[in-house]
């Protein structure tokens, strides 16, 4: 699986927008960008994936570059609940896959 | 409804002693796992289970045992508890092997060896 670089640490104010980015320059055409993040003290929890084109749902919305070497994961309006460490991970399509967690960065939305 | 539910939530207890940690799904996932995340706050994938089978082992120390009586369960048995085993313990579970669709995690397992 391709190797992820995130900032380690970002703040952002509440009601902003919160923009997380994160590097996969050796990412594989078969393999998929996830977002997990994990609030203190709770287990990880799931947020958006994507290939190629960007995605949205009710949690977040995923930008990806065209050659696919980079993403960003947008919070529209960032509140209190939002502060947690945020994972970038790239999974392959099919077969076995495992979630390898990285550092994350660690996003703190302050009032 | 809990979709990952873990027992105990906080388990402390002596070295040497064995410990068990229990995990049950009812979202209908064939795989399951357990993470180790220590006091760096690093998470750890140790065992991954599908269908009641053992899939990975990530060369973690056969103290720790898992056993899955079925496709919704998955204990997780540490025998002769060490002070490097203080951490907490997720379990978690995803439709599938590929995880495409997500994992679910459950709310962890604080463990303290004293």
Not at chain 1, 12 to 39: F, K, M
Not at chain 2, 71 to 84: R, T, V, Y
């Amino acid at each position: 699986d391709a190797k992820t670089t995130q900032p380690t640490s970002m703040d952002c104010a509440e009601g902003r927008a919160a923009n997380l980015p994160c590097n996969h320059s050796t990412i594989s055409g078969n393999e998929y960008v996830y977002w997990y993040r994990q609030i203190h003290s709770q287990g990880p929890q799931y947020i958006i994936h994507g290939l190629k084109n960007n995605e949205t749902n009710e949690m977040a919305s995923l930008i990806i570059t065209e050659d696919r070497k980079s993403s960003t994961l947008i919070l529209p309006h960032a509140t209190l609940r939002d502060t947690a460490v945020y994972y970038c991970i790239v999974l392959f399509s099919g077969g076995y896959n495992k979630l390898i967690f990285g550092a994350g960065t660690r996003l703190a939305v302050h009032p | 409804d809990t979709a990952v539910s873990q027992t105990p939530k906080y388990l402390v207890t002596q070295m040497g002693n064995d410990k068990s940690i229990k995990c049950e799904q009812n979202l209908g996932h064939d795989t399951m796992y357990w993470y180790k995340q220590d006091s760096k706050k690093f998470l750890k994938i140790m065992f991954s289970y599908n269908n009641k089978e053992l899939i990975i082992n990530e060369t973690v120390p056969n103290r720790f045992s898992p056993k899955s009586p079925d496709k919704a369960h998955l204990n997780l048995h540490i025998n002769s508890l060490e002070l490097g085993d203080s951490a907490v313990y997720f379990c978690a579970s995803s439709q599938d092997l590929g995880g495409g669709y997500g994992y679910t995690f459950g709310s962890g397992t604080r463990l303290t060896v004293v």
